[in-house]
Nanobody, 120 residues
Framework: QVQLVESGGGLVQPGGSLRLSCAAS????????MGWYRQAPGSQRALVAT???????TYADSVKGRFTISRDNAKNTVYLQMNSLKAEDTAVYYC??????????????WGQGTQVTVSS
């Protein structure tokens, strides 16, 4: 079994910053791509950013230049540094990881979600 535990959400004023963390633990053989998604009320879950084990990153257009995704492979942890936050960034943020639990088994796992609220 694999668990993804997120932390770092909260309430912040527009223009402020937050840093999210997500640590994978459990029966892990290796961790492939990791990413952050978000879901606002009444909307579908949408990709925010992804990062491969080699460090290649992708971002949604709406967060380019403001958010930075990074990872620590030794700790199986992914981070999301969010700067210049806007009200429209308000959402529940979910961590995702593609985890190999054996030579032949790979699955996608999700964290429980952490609320980010941007409001004055």
């Amino acid at each position: 079994q694999v668990q993804l535990v997120e932390s770092g959400g909260g309430l912040v004023q527009p223009g402020g910053s937050l840093r999210l963390s997500c640590a994978a633990s459990g029966r892990i053989f290796s961790v492939g791509p990791m990413g952050w998604y978000r879901q606002a009320p009444g909307s579908q879950r949408a990709l925010v950013a992804t990062i491969t084990s080699g460090g290649t990153t992708t971002y949604a257009d709406s967060v380019k230049g403001r958010f930075t995704i990074s990872r620590d492979n030794a700790k199986n942890t992914v981070y999301l540094q969010m700067n210049s936050l806007k009200a429209e960034d308000t959402a529940v943020y979910y961590c995702n990881a593609r985890v190999r639990t054996s030579v032949t088994v790979t699955n996608d796992y999700w964290g429980q979600g952490t609320q980010v609220t941007v409001s004055s």
